[in-house]
C-alpha cells in the first residue's frame, strides 16, 4: 500500500468512510483515524500500529454533544467538557451501547475527546466521530508533523491529511470520570492546575486505570537517560546527544547543533517541541540522548513524565516497575 499525503478533509473522509485509516492533524499530536463505528477498521489500526489490543482508544467528536452518543456525560465531566473542550482533554465515561468493544479494549468505559482544530472538527463533521491514537509505530514518539507519521506508518495507513505542525505537541490530558471523584490517569497539554486536579501518582492508581500506561512508551531508538549532572553524564559518554536547558549549554560550551538540542524558553515550548526534539536526536544514532529533569510544574510535569517513560523503556522490566515487558 503507499501512503497518500492529503489536503483536502472531502478525500480524507472518503477514505475513512470506506474503511481505511487516515491520520489527521489535532491541536495536540497527529492521530491515526479509523471511524469509530467500524469494528473492522478499528482493528487493521491496532494492527498498523503494533499496538496492543488491551489499549483502549479516544474517541473524537466534532462538537461536545457529540460525546453524549457514545458515553454518560453527566455531573463533573459535563462541567469540565463544557469549561475545555474543544480543547487538549479526553474524560473516560461510562459507555453506552454500541461503542465497539474493540475501541474500548473491552472496558466498560470510552474515553471521549473534542479536538481544538479546524482541519480535525471538518474532517469529524464529515466522516463522524473517529477512534484514534496518537499515530505512531506503537512505543514510539508521537508525531507532530506529517512527516514524521510517514516516518513510522509509510506503507501501513491509507493516508496522512497534512496540516502542518501540531500547536501543543503533548497528548491531551486524561480524565476519568467513569465513577467517583475525577482523577487525572495521564498528564498531558492541559495542566492539573488548569483542571484543580491533584498530579497523578501511586495514590490515585493513575497508571492501574490507564492501560496505556502499563506499556512501552514514547521512546526513539537511541536511549534516552535523564541524568541530574549532566557535566559527569557526558565525561563518561561524551559522544551522546544532549537535550538541555540554555544555562547548562552556557555552563558546559556546548552549543545548538545536530546533536545538542536546547529547550526553548518556556514550558509551552518545550512540550511543543519535545517529540520533534527526540525524532531528531535519534536520527544522528549516538549511543544515548542525555537529558537533565526539569522542574515538575505547569507543562513540564507532563513533558517529564514522558521523559521518564522514555527513559523507563530502555531498564529492565523490574527496574521500570513494569511486570509485563
Ligand atoms: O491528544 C491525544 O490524546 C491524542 C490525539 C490524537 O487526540 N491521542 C492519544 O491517544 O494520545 P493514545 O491512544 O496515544 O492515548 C490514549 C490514552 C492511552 O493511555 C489509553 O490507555 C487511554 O488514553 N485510554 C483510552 N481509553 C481509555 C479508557 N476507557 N479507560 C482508561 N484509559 C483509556
Ligand atoms: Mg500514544
Excluded at 549511543?287 to 521523559?307: F, K, Q
Amino acid at each position: 500500500m503507499s501512503t497518500a499525503l492529503l489536503r483536502g478533509v472531502a478525500d480524507a473522509a472518503a477514505i475513512l468512510l470506506a474503511g481505511g485509516l487516515v491520520a489527521f492533524p489535532t491541536e495536540t499530536v497527529y492521530g491515526l483515524g479509523a471511524c469509530a463505528g467500524d469494528a473492522a477498521a478499528v482493528g487493521r489500526l491496532f494492527n498498523a500500529k503494533g499496538r496492543p489490543r488491551d489499549n483502549p482508544l479516544i474517541v473524537h467528536v466534532a462538537q461536545p454533544d457529540g460525546a453524549e452518543a457514545l458515553g454518560l456525560l453527566a455531573g463533573t465531566a459535563a462541567d469540565l467538557a463544557a469549561r475545555f473542550w474543544p480543547g487538549p482533554l479526553t474524560l473516560i465515561l461510562p459507555a453506552r451501547d454500541g461503542v465497539p468493544a474493540v475501541v474500548r479494549a473491552g472496558l466498560p468505559t470510552v474515553a471521549v475527546r473534542c479536538p481544538d482544530h479546524a482541519l480535525a472538527q471538518a474532517l469529524l463533521t464529515a466522516a463522524g466521530p473517529l477512534a484514534a491514537p496518537s499515530a505512531n509505530r506503537s512505543g514510539r514518539p508521537s508525531p507532530t508533523t506529517a512527516q514524521a507519521v510517514l516516518d513510522d506508518l509509510e506503507g501501513r495507513i491509507e493516508a496522512v491529511l497534512d496540516g502542518g505542525p501540531c500547536r501543543l505537541g503533548l497528548e491531551s490530558t486524561v480524565v476519568d470520570c467513569s465513577g467517583g471523584a475525577p482523577s487525572i490517569l495521564r498528564l498531558g497539554a492541559l495542566p492539573a492546575e488548569a483542571l484543580g486536579l491533584p498530579l497523578p501518582g501511586p495514590a490515585t492508581g493513575g497508571s492501574r486505570r490507564s492501560p496505556g500506561t502499563r506499556h512501552r512508551h514514547y521512546a526513539p531508538a537511541i536511549p534516552v537517560r535523564l541524568v541530574a549532572d549532566l557535566g559527569s553524564a557526558l565525561g563518561r559518554q561524551p559522544d551522546a546527544a544532549v537535550l538541555c536547558r540554555a544555562e547548562d549549554a552556557d555552563r558546559l560550551g556546548l552549543s545548538p547543533g545536530p546533536a545538542v538540542h536546547v529547550w526553548a524558553a518556556d514550558d509551552r515550548g518545550r512540550a511543543a517541541e519535545l517529540y520533534a526534539a527526540l525524532r531528531r536526536l535519534e536520527r544522528t544514532g549516538r549511543p544515548a540522548i542525555l537529558v537533565p529533569p526539569l522542574p515538575e510544574s505547569g507543562l513540564d510535569a507532563a513533558t517529564m513524565d514522558r521523559l521518564r517513560r522514555a527513559a523507563a523503556a530502555d531498564r529492565p522490566a523490574a527496574a521500570a516497575g513494569d511486570p509485563r515487558r
